[in-house]
């Protein structure tokens, strides 16, 4: 009888729990292709916002300054500025709205860049760099990734921070590259 009444009750506690997931997403909608769960959307890498409907790659796109410190020391270019912009217009074939291009980076280009989702707190934030051989012989490495920060005060603009592994010439070098939205 003791066993039945605690059966009895895990069940009721599920019953709960799953009942209230299925009510939180009652009055949510998300866009296409997106899932709610406990009430919240959960984007696509590229899409962002309460429904998924706010492409990510939008507040990438435009002129950034670029302040860069390489260890150990092999060509610092110091600042110049880079044009980040979406497949539609990289001219590249295809169209991916969780990928954006750098028109240059390291003294070479274009570089591309995923936007991860990696939670629905940190949607369109997070920057992956895949491996790839740029110009001049430079090769990006595994581990390339950056973050991408809102501004906090009210008229100020964005900036994004990346760690940039790479080789040239056969040696392995890191960048760290501070960027701040013109």
């Known amino acids: 009888m003791k066993k039945s009444m605690q059966v009895f009750l895990v069940l009721l506690i599920l019953l709960a729990v799953s009942g209230c997931e299925k009510k939180s997403c009652s009055h949510v909608t998300c866009a296409s292709y997106e899932t709610c769960k406990n009430g919240t959307c959960l984007c696509l890498d590229g899409y962002e916002g309460d429904t998924c409907s706010v492409l990510s790659e939008t507040k990438f796109i435009g002129n ?7 260890s150990p020391d092999p060509a610092n ?5 880079t044009n980040i912009y979406a497949t539609t217009t990289a001219n590249v074939g295809y169209y991916a709205p969780n990928v954006i291009y750098f028109n240059i980076l390291l003294g070479s280009g274009p570089v591309y860049a995923q936007i991860i989702n990696t939670s629905p707190s940190t949607e369109g934030v997070t920057l992956y760099i895949p491996p790839q051989n740029l110009n001049n012989g430079v090769s990006i ?3 390339s990734q950056g973050y991408y920060s809102a501004p906090v005060v009210s008229g100020a603009q964005p900036t994004m921070t990346i760690t940039m592994n790479y080789s040239y010439q056969g040696n392995s070098y890191t960048c760290y590259e501070n960027f701040h939205k013109q």
């Open 141 to 143: 490495l595994g581990g």
């Open 77 to 81: 270019f110091g600042v110049y500025y």
């Open 64 to 70: 950034w300054q670029v302040n860069e410190n390489c």
